[in-house]
């Protein structure tokens, strides 16, 4: 055997593996899948030292009584529980080897906060867990797998913007050696009686906010400022460190604005909420902010509050160019403006926000729009919105909320075009909005990870509207990258939003796609008489018309159900029959794929000679680039699996390993854990029937590495298959 080096990652989970060199395989292998979500810590980060050790005495009573250490940080919004929280954790992060997950369960997305099922769904999916074993269980099921995937592990878990104790119950429930940090604005009191440690993380003192002024402001700002001018400052700041950096950003930005003259500002601005207010003015800081919002310019202003309509906190320079009727350099100025008056972040590749300013972070050009995607701070968010309703007419906040609608149709258009490959019945439309470049796969999967909240969040708007054509198009657009990345949840409820609205619109080709479409997902949980249903539906609804393209891609679904039902002879039909319609379309993919299907269930029938012809045919195309500049390595690597087992069928060994070795290395490079299980198996099979092979420990180690690979993502079911059909010997 020769070297493997096996190595890659997705979304942000990180894939460790070992070198494999001479004529061994791994032994016992599981999976090293490690996330590592944390965003980084604050550069700038004073005060909060009594919080601190708190936050370690709690995790010490913890560890001494070994149960998962839990807690709760409470505040308004602003206050900086999440900062705090991020400067705790990476003080301790050497603790936590087995990784971090961070994940925001605030009231974005389909059907607003995350519930405690969907929750699970996306750690136990950031753990490795196979997508749809988890999705085939129950919830008392999925809270055990939970369980069971964490048990034992130094793990990080921060679940940001908690809405209710029930949200993140089962979360609490998980591995014992597990450090779970639950930020919210709201008490959530069920979690503190015996399952939570609590801390108020209550506004700062002043002189704690000088402080951070002193560390975040330029120098030349705090040479020509006097002590009592920053006191003043820090004063107007109410202890908010939200406040502060946002008078950090602007002074930073502004050279003829000196820290006295916006003290003098906040505090006026201040003043005047409260007079208006006509009662204490509370912590919604609405006056101070005021302050910045004052400092704009007219158009600047506009936008802030047509920002306040967007359904998330975070946006791209599109969608700001979307909400302004396609005014590109609008927006750009304008979200300058905003940068440059801290109402809102730059947020890099990772998802890290630039709140720490210092003495190089004046240059806009370079800092706030390196990828053109901003975060807007809750408070801020707030005030925004508030702004929108008093001072914009329904009818332009209906065009607002339309022009969020087209871009996010029209992006998750692009992006499902491009990563999936296939064809789709949503076409872009010919006054589509701008959009960023999406040059590969990877690149429009990464635009639909960063906006999927949003698109779910524009599908519900057009649903209640009754507007049936964008829910239909970005159910049927996001389908690749939901089924990808294991949303079956969110998949289902979209699919079936997308045939309602596509039955409203009288559209049967778009219903029949996305019946094919709901029909897959029941395929992959294992409800395949279900399936047939839906694609049985999809293909009446194609015949009519005579619409061929929809007729293939229903016989072709058919064929899928039946192969995974075990009836190859049917599936090769519907195959046979999809054939002429797939000819038609002049899709060298689509026939490459056809032939990948049929030559599995022609393998299965012990007709696997038949099989090499159409498996080269298919593994040339896959190889060949395409329009989105890349190989389909993956239905590469799923052709040379089945190329292995056809040829360890006909009696060829050696090739047979060739062609597995190099599925596996590509399968490997994706930690595409279920399918490297799948070419364990095959490899197992050809080293128990060669007679040429050794002594039975290369057919071990693969059987083993297939069963483990199998339980390391919680798919128990194929791991007791495994030691079924290749026991030991």
Not at 446 to 463: D, F, P, S, T
Request: include cysteine.
């Amino acid at each position: 055997m020769g070297g493997n080096e096996i190595s890659g990652g997705a979304d942000g989970i990180t894939v460790q593996a070992g070198k494999v060199e001479g004529d061994v395989v791994i032994h016992a292998f599981r999976p090293a899948i490690v996330p590592r979500q944390l965003e980084a810590a604050a550069k700038r980060f004073v005060d909060r030292v009594a919080e601190r050790r708190r936050l370690d005495a709690f995790r010490a009573a913890a560890d001494n009584d070994g149960a998962p250490a839990v807690v709760v940080l409470r505040g308004l919004p602003g206050v900086g529980k999440t900062a705090l929280a991020l400067k705790w954790l990476h003080e301790i992060l050497g603790d936590y080897a087995d990784g971090q997950l961070h994940l925001p369960i605030g009231e974005n997305g389909l059907g607003g906060a995350p519930d405690a099922e969907r929750i699970l769904d996306l750690l136990l999916h950031d753990l490795g867990a196979d997508d749809t074993v988890a999705a085939t269980r129950d919830f008392d099921a999925k809270a055990r797998l939970f369980r069971s995937m964490t048990a034992d592990r130094r793990l990080i878990v921060l679940l940001d913007d908690a809405v209710s104790a029930a949200q993140v119950e089962p979360v609490l429930r998980g591995g014992s050696r597990a450090l779970v940090v639950i930020t919210s604005t709201r008490r959530l009191n069920e979690l503190t009686l015996d399952e939570a440690d609590a801390l108020d993380v209550v506004p700062m003192d002043d002189t704690a906010i000088a402080e951070l002024l002193t560390a975040v402001l330029p120098k030349r700002c705090t040479r020509a400022a006097s002590a009592e001018d920053i006191r003043r400052l820090a004063g107007t700041c109410h202890g908010f460190p939200q406040l502060a950096r946002m008078a950090a950003r602007t002074l930073s930005n502004d050279p003829e604005e000196t820290v006295g003259r916006l003290a003098a500002r906040m505090d006026q601005a201040g003043r005047e909420a409260d007079a208006m207010d006509d009662a204490a003015r509370g912590p919604s800081l609405r006056g101070e902010i005021d302050a910045f919002v004052r400092n704009l310019s007219p158009a600047a202003a506009h936008l802030y509050r047509l920002l306040g309509l967007h359904p998330t906190a975070e946006f791209d320079r599109w969608a700001a160019t979307a909400a302004l009727g396609g005014d590109a350099a609008a927006a750009r100025s304008g979200l300058t403006e905003l940068w440059r008056n801290g109402l809102v972040d730059h947020i890099d590749g990772t998802g890290t926000g630039d709140a720490d300013l210092g003495d190089g972070a004046a240059d806009i050009d370079d800092r706030a729009d390196t990828d053109g995607r901003y975060r807007m701070a809750e408070v801020v968010r707030d005030h925004a919105r508030s702004g929108a309703h008093s001072d914009i007419g329904a009818d332009d906040a209906l065009a607002v909320r339309q022009g969020y609608i087209a871009y996010y149709v029209a992006g998750a258009i692009a992006a499902g075009a491009r990563g999936t490959r296939r064809w789709m019945t949503a076409v872009q439309r010919d006054d589509a909005p701008d959009l960023p470049d999406m040059p590969t796969a990877d690149a429009a999967w990464m635009w639909m990870r960063r906006n999927l909240a949003a698109i779910l969040a524009v599908a519900e708007w057009a649903q209640d509207a009754e507007d049936h054509d964008p829910v239909w198009r970005i159910a049927e657009a996001s389908d690749g990258f939901l089924r990808e990345h294991g949303r079956y949840t969110d998949r289902t409820a979209l699919m079936e939003m997308g045939i309602r609205s596509a039955q409203a619109a009288g559209n049967a080709a778009a219903e029949a796609r996305l019946r094919n479409q709901l029909g897959l997902t029941l395929v992959e949980l294992g409800r395949y008489a279900e399936a047939a249903e839906e694609f049985s539906l999809a293909l009446s609804l194609s015949e009519g018309p005579g619409d061929g393209r929809g007729q293939a891609a229903a016989l072709e679904c058919l064929g899928i159900a039946a192969q995974r039902a075990g009836d190859d002879e049917a599936a090769l039909g519907y195959f046979d029959r999809a054939r002429p319609f797939k000819e038609a379309m002049g899709r060298p993919q689509a026939m490459a794929i056809l032939a990948l299907l049929r030559s599995r269930s022609l393998i299965s029938l012990g007709r696997g000679g038949e099989a090499l012809d159409p498996l080269a045919g298919a593994i040339d195309t896959f190889r060949t680039e395409d329009d989105a500049g890349g190989w389909d390595v993956v239905n590469e690597a799923k052709a040379l699996l089945e190329r292995g087992r056809a040829l360890d069928g006909t009696g060829e060994p050696e090739q047979a390993r060739i062609a597995l070795r190099r599925a596996l290395d590509i399968f490997a490079e994706r930690a595409l854990a279920y399918w490297q299980g799948r070419v364990r198996e095959a490899l197992a099979r050809v080293e128990r029937a060669d007679p040429q092979s050794d002594d039975g420990a290369a057919y071990r180690e693969h059987r083993d590495a297939a069963r483990d690979l199998y339980r390391g993502i919680g798919n128990d079911a194929e791991a007791e298959r495994v030691e079924r059909e290749l026991p030991g010997e």
